[in-house]
């Protein structure tokens, strides 16, 4: 499977880069009572560091607001994920447990400030394209709505879009059965690409001492 960037996307986004880390033989599970209490504790942190303070002011959260305006999405409106995370936290909204993967991936996008996605690498058919949708790019995505994506980033593969910066689809959702995992992580634009790799072996080594198995990572700009 090849993941490659859309040429138009690069375009409109100076440096654009993602990080791909593809786990494999990983066990998952419901999540150990570490990282739930991690998961909680960082979010009472979060909620006293950012009662007071304006989301949108957060330079990670600006960068990709900024981002998906590039594109021609309208971030007061289309979120992106990591600044619903946020405002959920502010609100003292917390995320509730789902398992292992999907806690993990919400503390990693708290933690770093930036949009995750992660899938059922075997639900993924074919090669991979990170580009701007049009209008016929339609999912049913996780939250159960069916969300058009036309002016938004998404993941396509030769079956049709399945992820985004915004929200992810529930046909490539992982689950309890998942064995084999592809971990997006939607790089800071203005991140170097030294500085990528380091947060993405932080990434994969975390994900590891949980879910047991092997992985690969890289970025792909």
Known sequence: MEINIDSGLKQKIDNFKI????????EVSHSPQMLQGRLRLFQESLFFEYAEK?????????????????VGADPARYRPSNE???????KQQYISS???????????????QIPLGIYDYNLLKGNILITIGTESDTY?????????FENKIL???????????????KRT?????????????????S???????DLLASLTKMFLQIHGGEATYKVIE
Not at 19 to 26: R, S, V
Not at 177 to 183: I, P, Q, R, V
């Open 173 to 189: 959702s992982v689950n309890f059965d998942t064995k084999d995992a592809l971990h997006l992580v939607y790089l800071r634009p």
């Open 155 to 169: 993941s396509k593969d030769s079956i049709g879009a399945f992820g985004s910066p915004y929200v992810d689809s």
């Open 140 to 148: 049913l995505a996780v939250n159960e709505r069916e969300v058009n």
């Open 191 to 197: 991140m170097n690409s030294e500085d990528a790799k």
């Open 54 to 70: 304006n989301v949108t002011d957060i330079p990670s959260v600006k960068e990709w607001r900024n981002s998906f305006k590039l």
């Open 98 to 112: 789902m398992h292992s993967a999907v806690d993990l991936n919400n503390f990693l996008s708290l933690q770093y």
């Open 19 to 26: 990080g791909a880390i593809l786990y494999e033989n990983i």
């Open 84 to 90: 619903a995370l946020l405002r959920r936290v502010q």
